[in-house]
């Protein structure tokens, strides 16, 4: 997946998870406190994409997660 | 590590409070139903259970980190002939209640293991549900808890003789949930109930004890606290007009959710429960 790809899912996820955050633009850099992401959000995300993906996140990695990119990683690790 | 202030959330709502729910011996930690589906025997297995992985015998100096309201070792004293037992508690209702009680041989000693420094080494050592309280919350996220549990470890060890065996019971994170509604469960247990407290990874607590202790045995007992916290729920429901009487719809209510959480998070394999078995490093 591109990073473009993988931010249009991040984004999807979000947007669903919490519909008030769909004018927020994500970059990579983005850390998830400064965007509005909080632990609880960042989980309902994790479970959007694994369900879209058809892939499993590990928590150990997921839990400590700040940032977007981070994210983006991990999807990618298990894609 | 919990504050003094999160420690009497937790354990100081009241001691008659707890005792309407608890077993016989009060003890507020996952029992051990095997072959038995009473909360008494139960509890019973899982004391004999540590008495025996901690190499315990009369003449040992035992150490009972966050003992609660003694009831270990009142079992160890009253039950296994052992003579000589320290615990030590940040709760100011469950000290009270262990100096009360004033069992031959129990020892009990008021404040956090992080001032803690014995007269006397110890030759056995138990903990169970103490360690939750080792890293806050904000420790976790700061990538402190490594750290710290290593240095609990260490204290342990140097409080320790040569040949000391340590019995260690902790709630353990497992699977994280995805859904909203589990995750804020989960969530709020916590933080109404046992704020300040964390329920470590294993794999943290496998790299925490090195180079101090080495781990001889690792057990789960996921169904089994499934099954305790059953158990206590039932026995909190069967005293529902008494609690809400004398402690208020409140305390009722957010202990029958927080239990009923407790079920359905062991159930489902979002916390397990670990028993090491460790062994001092000499």
């Avoid at chain 2, 204290?155 to 994280?176: K, N």
Wanted: proline share 4%.
């Amino acid at each position: 997946m591109t990073d473009s790809e993988i931010l249009g899912l991040i984004k999807e996820a979000l947007v669903k998870s919490s519909p008030e955050h769909k004018d927020v633009v994500l970059t990579m850099e983005s850390s998830l406190g400064e965007v509005g992401i909080s632990s609880i959000t960042a989980l309902e995300i994790a479970g959007y994409i694994e369900e879209k993906l058809g892939i499993r996140l590990p928590d150990d990695e997921l839990a400590p997660l700040n940032t977007i990119g981070g994210l983006a990683t991990l999807i990618r690790q298990q894609t | 590590m919990s504050t003094q202030a999160d420690i009497a959330v937790t354990y100081d709502v009241s001691n008659s409070f707890f005792s309407l729910w608890l077993d016989r011996w009060m003890i507020y930690s996952c029992a051990l139903f095997e072959g038995t589906d009473d909360l008494d025997q139960a509890q019973v297995n899982k004391l004999t259970w540590f008495f025996e992985k901690a190499r315990v015998t009369p003449e040992k100096r035992v150490l009972d980190i966050g003992c609660g309201w003694g009831g270990l070792m009142d079992f160890f004293a009253l039950e296994k002939g052992a003579k000589d037992l320290t615990g030590i508690t940040l709760s100011q209702a469950q000290y009270n209640w262990v100096k009360e009680k004033g069992t031959p041989g129990v020892k009990v000693e008021f404040g956090s293991y992080l001032n803690y420094q014995p007269q006397e080494k110890f030759d056995a050592v138990v903990s169970i549900g103490m360690f939750e309280h080792i890293a806050t919350p904000e420790q976790v996220r700061g990538g402190e808890n490594l750290r710290i549990y290593r240095d609990y470890f260490r204290r342990v060890w140097e409080w320790t003789t040569p040949g000391t065996w340590f019995g260690l019971q902790s709630v353990i994170g497992a699977l994280l949930p995805r859904k909203r509604e589990e995750i804020r469960d989960l969530g709020w247990g916590t933080s109404t109930i046992f704020p300040g407290a964390v329920t470590p990874r294993p794999e943290v607590i496998l790299s925490a004890v090195n180079p101090y202790w080495e781990v001889m045995e690792l057990w789960t007992r996921r169904e089994h606290y499934a099954r305790t916290s059953a158990a206590w729920l039932e026995g909190l429901r069967k005293n529902e007009s008494v609690i809400r009487e004398r402690w208020g719809d409140r305390t009722f209510e957010d202990y029958e959710r927080y239990l009923g959480g407790c079920v359905r998070v062991f159930e489902k394999g979002y916390q397990s429960l670990a028993q090491l078995v460790l062994r001092r490093i000499d």
